[in-house]
């Protein structure tokens, strides 16, 4: 499957715990772009990462969240603390070229239940 | 018709259909603009693509329209059939610039 790779696909944490999310972009592809969706809303921008470096993170908040793109192996959308508002699906998208006029790939999402 | 659900509007049609849907987007800078569906349970799926340079492009059973006069975006689907039934969403997007989505419209088609 050369799709985005992203896992797990449902992930259940209690408030205070960490979670991890993992995503693998498709192929030849090194542009990650993390985004929260809420039920019945539409995608929200979190953050744009090349490999080991964080482009744009002007959608995620600034305590708890954080994102790496490591120059091997996936990226990877951490949580700290979690709370109940975290719940949401988390997708992924990657593209071939630098935030250019290209379609963006998702992923099927981490599916994020807090206890 | 088309009704406005709790969060998300609901376009319903019967099988063998065309369904329009639409999206106002917000920028009037942005120059690419992408439709994409999510069925339940799984990611958006890219569908069309056009660049501002165009008004209209068509792909199989589906013709995407740009109105930049008015900032408005629409989805045209031929003969609708149940396989379509999904979330669509309009996503604009400046050169540079990260993609911004709009909210979403639930496509319903009846037997």
């Known amino acids: 499957n050369a799709g985005v790779m992203q896992n797990p696909r449902h992930l259940v944490r209690r408030r205070g715990q960490e979670a991890r999310l993992r995503c693998s972009p498709m192929?030849?592809?090194?542009?990650v772009y993390w985004y929260r969706q809420l039920p019945e809303e539409g995608l929200k921008f979190m953050v744009y990462l090349q490999k080991e470096n964080i482009i744009d993170e002007s959608g995620m908040p600034k305590e708890r969240f954080s994102a790496e793109f490591p120059k091997e192996g996936p990226s990877i959308l951490r949580i700290q603390q979690v709370v109940r508002g975290d719940s949401a699906a988390y997708f992924c998208?990657?593209?071939?070229?630098?935030?250019?006029?290209?379609?963006?790939?998702f992923g099927d999402g981490t599916r994020l239940s807090i206890l | 018709g088309e009704s406005v659900g709790l969060h998300l509007p609901t376009l319903s049609v019967q099988e063998g259909d065309n369904s329009i849907i639409n999206c106002a987007y917000s920028?009037?800078?942005?120059?690419?603009f992408i439709w994409y569906k999510q069925e339940s349970g799984k990611g958006p799926q890219f569908i069309i693509d056009i660049r501002s340079n165009m008004d209209k492009r068509q792909g199989q059973r589906v013709t995407v329209l740009l109105n930049k006069t008015v900032k408005h975006l629409s989805l045209q689907i031929a003969a609708t059939q149940p396989g379509d039934s999904a979330v669509y969403f309009c996503?604009?997007?400046?050169?540079?610039?990260?993609?911004?989505f709009g909210p979403g419209t639930r496509l319903s088609v009846l037997p």
């Open positions: 192929k030849g592809h090194s542009h």
């Open positions: 920028n009037s800078a942005s120059d690419y």
């Open positions: 998208a990657s593209s071939l070229a630098e935030n250019s006029n290209q379609p963006q790939h």
């Open positions: 996503a604009e997007k400046n050169y540079g610039q990260n993609f911004v």
